[in-house]
């Protein structure tokens, strides 16, 4: 019993690789492979016309034909096997459920089949396929595993059993689609095309175990990455917090040391000030007595007398003259407030072009798969960045207004304070922000003559190569009908509308240019490479018109909710 049961366990091992049945009369090639005489004899008669034969699962070839003999140890296994079927398919006597595959000769109770034969087109239960075992007549009937497409071996025009696979066409024919319209066609057995097929599925199984091997060691690489990445930002961040506290330490060391020089000056010059103070309160009490003495002479009615008193008055004085004393305006200190002013405007420079810096240092980060460009303006969305524009920089003809997001061509010129970024000639202005990574942003023009562009912060500030576009510095959409770069001007494709969109992916050296309505319809493209920071850069001419950049923030709150309500 045992035995019977474990030759149960192993029955799958005990098929025939050609028909998919237990083996009948097994035979054993001379590669170690066993097939059903039968099975192994019709595959070599279809490979004689290639003078050698071969097995069909490790493809080991002989030359000559081998001489196919039974062998009698498996056929007692086939026997023993045969006799222990029913136990074996354990619930075959059970109810067909409707996962299973009914018997289609039980009447009443319809039993689960156990297997289908391709040539009655018939599934059977264990009971009613036991004549496919006993009678001769159904020697050669192909048993598979039940299948309830069986109706799929039969041809569609002739209503025969397909047994016949056309290469040429790539599909399971009959025989009369042979002799018909495949005629003259790459024809075999589809036993033999099975084999061929089988081989095939063998590569592309060991071809996808080799993908997903490397999947797995990309998905470990990938894991890997993203704890490398995680390890290096956290260092850099606590890096970064430890030399910026340093630096905050040193501002306020500083910051104390001015302020103590302040106070220590203020402590001498109040000290001066009183003892000044105390010497001309003495002289004033003198003063006064010499005066009240004058005062008593002046009344003398004697000549003599007033003679003689008078000669007696000393009128010298040691206390320092008020010529010396100097009345000065309440601004002892601006100096040291001035100085201080400078050097919180040079640590600004300092702070901006290192902050830049330090943004394009971490817009290079090396990524190792490039992600899609976006395509939807939904997706652009995701990329809007807030920006504004740059007061040290502001042509004097244009007035900043609504928090430095828009400029409008002014008539008489502003007061602006000198600069050393300010545009002097054009009517120019730079964004405050420098622009790494993925930016997106939408620029409103009411005027007739407007450019929006990008641009490195060196570029001109005075002559004809501060325009925008002028030069190798720059890249300007000029009235959304021409794209300018280092002077050279090309016309641009779409409809220009007022509003210009634009998008930068800095590291991968995209630049586009799209007029926004409904939709965005793209004006220009630019793939370059990208060296320093970027900013956004806006032009305008026409008196009273202006440029304005558009708040995304609605735009993508607005977005979001039309593709929630197609979710729903």
Known sequence: MAERGEIHLDQDKLCCSICLDLMRDPATIPCGHSYCMICIRSHWDAEDQ???????????????RPVLVKNTVLAYLMEDLKKTRPAAVGGSGSDAGPEDVACDFCTERKLRAV????????????????????????????LVKPSKKLQENICSHHGEVMKIFCRTDQQCICYICSLDEHKRHDTVSAATERIQKHRELGANQRSIQQKIGDTKKGLLVLQQEVEAINHSADKAVRDSEKIFADFISLIEKRSSGVKQQIRSRQRNEVRQVKELHEKLQEELVKLTEKDKELELLAHID???????????????????????????????????????SEVRNKLQEILRDEWTRILLTMSKVDVLLSQPQ???????????????????TVNPRLLLSDGNRKATVMRDRQNYLHHADRFTQRQQVLSTESLTGRCYWEVEKKAARATVAVTYRDVHRAGSE????????????????KFIHNNVRTCVSGAPSARVGVYLDHSAGILS???????????????????????AGFAVYVYDGSVELCDLKEAAAMTEAKSCDMVV
């Open 374 to 392: 976006p395509e939807t303006r939904a997706e652009f969305l995701q990329y809007s960045c807030h920006i504004t524009m740059d007061p040290n």
């Open 115 to 142: 297997r289908s034969c391709l040539q009655c087109l018939v599934s059977y239960c264990e009971q009613h396929l036991q004549p496919h075992f006993e009678s001769p007549a159904f020697e050669k009937h192909k």
């Open 466 to 481: 501060s325009g925008f576009g002028n030069n190798d510095r720059s890249w300007a959409l000029e009235d959304a009908a």
């Open 302 to 340: 004697n000549h003599i007398q007033f003679l003689h008193s008078y000669s007696r008055l000393s009128f010298h004085s040691d206390s320092p003259h008020l010529s010396s004393i100097s009345v000065r305006p309440l601004r002892y200190f601006d100096d040291v407030t001035v100085a201080v």
């Open 513 to 535: 240019f799209y007029s926004v309505s409904d939709t965005l319809t793209l004006l220009h493209r630019v793939q370059t490479t990208f060296t320093q920071p970027l900013y």
């Open 50 to 64: 290639k003078k050698f034969q071969s097995c069909p699962q490790c493809r080991q070839t002989f030359r000559p």
